[in-house]
């Protein structure tokens, strides 16, 4: 039984350029979240998948960024025209909708800096 | 929003000593989870829990929806409990589904 996996685990870019991650989550799970970690902060919300439509979008994703999960399965997180402002930790989640209960299982994360 | 208050903010403990970690919430919630995240960044889900009391080993965890609160215990701690403890809910009337909005953490501190 793998867990949420994602790549790459690290990346540096420099300010402009594009970057894209992404998140493989645990089989069968029909639900994907990303979420973005600053440093002393908890995860905040950016944008969920059930299957392979995206059901919410965060304020806090500007146009510059743009997910997807094609088939339903694995996902990708874009960000454009990087900024320094877009450093932090980038973190997958998926879950399995079942009996009322939706508990988040987290993958270790992609450490983005922007130089 | 809902709005997710965590004390204490930092926690240093002997080893074998037992803590209790608060979650304070300012609205309904159908979704609460406690998550550990280690020195390494990893997020480990321990309970999900919305209301009631459960057990997994040292650790338990009470909610009392109606009273919009949160407790997890920490029995005879260990230095691998050391790390960040995060509460998350989901609002109930927030009109959104599965957006986990998580408190600062308590960070925790076992020392050997």
């Known amino acids: 039984d793998t867990g949420v996996s994602q790549d790459p685990r690290h990346k540096i870019t420099k300010r402009g350029q594009n970057v894209t991650f992404r998140c493989d989550p645990i089989?069968?799970?029909?639900?994907l979240y990303w979420y973005r970690q600053t440093l002393g902060q908890g995860p905040e919300f950016l944008t969920y998948f059930q299957n392979e439509a995206q059901l919410e979008k965060s304020r806090l994703l500007s146009d510059r960024f743009s997910a997807e999960r094609p088939k339903g399965s694995f996902s990708t997180l874009e960000i454009q025209r990087t900024e320094q402002g877009d450093s932090a930790m980038y973190l997958c989640?998926?879950?399995?909708?079942?009996?009322?209960?939706?508990?988040?299982?987290f993958g270790p994360g992609t450490r983005l800096t922007v130089l | 929003g809902i709005q997710v208050e965590q004390s204490p903010p930092d926690l240093i403990l002997q080893e074998g000593a037992n803590s209790t970690l608060r979650c304070n919430f300012s609205d309904s919630v159908n979704n609460l989870q406690w998550f550990h995240q280690n020195p390494w960044g990893q997020l480990i889900n321990l309970f999900y829990?919305?209301?009631g009391t459960k057990q997994n080993g040292r650790l338990s965890a009470t909610t009392v929806a109606t009273e919009r609160y949160s407790l997890l215990y920490i029995s005879s701690s260990q230095t691998t409990d050391s790390g960040v403890y995060f509460c998350a809910v989901e609002h109930e009337y927030g009109g959104s589904q599965g957006n986990l909005i998580f408190g600062k953490g308590t960070k925790l501190s076992v020392k050997p």
């Open positions: 089989s069968e799970h029909n639900r």
């Open positions: 829990i919305p209301s």
């Open positions: 989640a998926s879950s399995l909708i079942f009996q009322d209960t939706d508990t988040q299982y």
